[in-house]
């Protein structure tokens, strides 16, 4: 294993990491490094003009604006990690996502495309595609989440079959998934802020006891396992393995923080990659 420092995101654009790396997804599948971090892949005065039409059209709520809604965060899209327990109700609901996102970006850059086409310029001799059940049925093809209060995430993994055991959706035959943030607004202005941070660990049955009992942090420290703090500002995308143990750190501010986020099916050996939320 490599030491610490030299664990390092790929990037800063798709051409620097192409001349890094000859496949770099394949490269991300075996953890080879932290992330892709791509910066300003999307125009941040998109991201500004975007969240305020979310507010006009109500479908977030406005900090400044006293209101009974409590929740602490909130989705524009369809989870399958939410939803995923009934596979009909979750199918509909992505039909509705579909409908609002065909004209949810008028008039701007739309992001989801920014982040298919990030992927696709990544993937050699691969179809990026929105997963879809083998009759066809799409899932969700992104999600906004806009969190109001900081929200700390302990070491985890994201796997539909490892962690989350779902083997009835079409996505389940990936070996490999990932993930794609896009920053569209951070809890407090000004530069990059933390978003994961990402453990030099990819999960196996061994490490689980220590994510259960929330002993992760003394077993990385006893096995020298590196990390490495992804930080973004607004308009920045990275895509990682979420098979590797990731945590969120508690973040301070006081504005809402909002991503647009992805999952993605991968293996080697299919020419299709799937996206999902
Ligand atoms: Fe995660």
């Not at 009909?88 to 996102?101: I, K, N, W, Y």
């Not at 006081?254 to 990659?273: H, K, N």
């Amino acid at each position: 294993m490599s030491s610490t420092n030299e664990w390092l995101p790929a990037g800063p654009n798709v051409e620097a990491v192409r001349s890094q790396y000859a496949d770099p997804l394949l490269a991300l599948s075996q953890a080879e490094m932290p992330a892709i971090v791509l910066r300003q892949a999307y125009d941040p005065a998109h991201c500004q003009a975007l969240m305020q039409r979310f507010i006009n059209w109500g479908l977030i709520r406005d900090p400044l604006v006293k209101s009974a809604d409590g929740r602490t965060r909130i989705d524009i899209g369809t989870s399958l990690g939410n939803r995923g327990h009934d596979q009909e109700a979750f199918l509909r609901h992505a039909v509705d996502t579909h409908q609002l996102f065909a004209h949810l970006f008028d008039g701007f850059v739309n992001p989801v495309q920014t982040m298919y086409d990030s992927l696709a310029a990544l993937a050699v001799n691969k179809e990026v595609k929105t997963a879809r059940e083998p009759d066809g049925r799409l899932y969700g093809p992104a999600i906004f989440r806009i969190h109001y209060e900081t929200h700390s995430y302990k070491p985890h993994i994201d796997h539909v079959t490892l962690r989350e055991k779902r083997f009835n959706y079409a996505v389940a035959r990936f070996e490999h998934q990932f993930a794609g943030i896009l920053c569209l607004q951070n809890a407090s202005q000004g530069g990059r802020k933390a978003q994961t941070i990402l453990h030099q660990c990819v999960w196996t049955p061994a490490v689980q006891p220590h994510i259960e009992n929330e002993t992760f942090p003394q077993y990385a420290a006893a096995n020298n396992i590196g990390s490495y703090r992804v930080e973004l500002a607004p308009g920045d995308l990275y895509f990682f393995n979420t098979r590797c143990i990731h945590e969120i750190p508690p973040l301070e501010g006081d504005d809402p923080r909002a991503v647009l986020a992805v999952f993605i099916g991968y293996s080697s050996d299919y020419d299709e990659i799937y996206v999902w939320a």
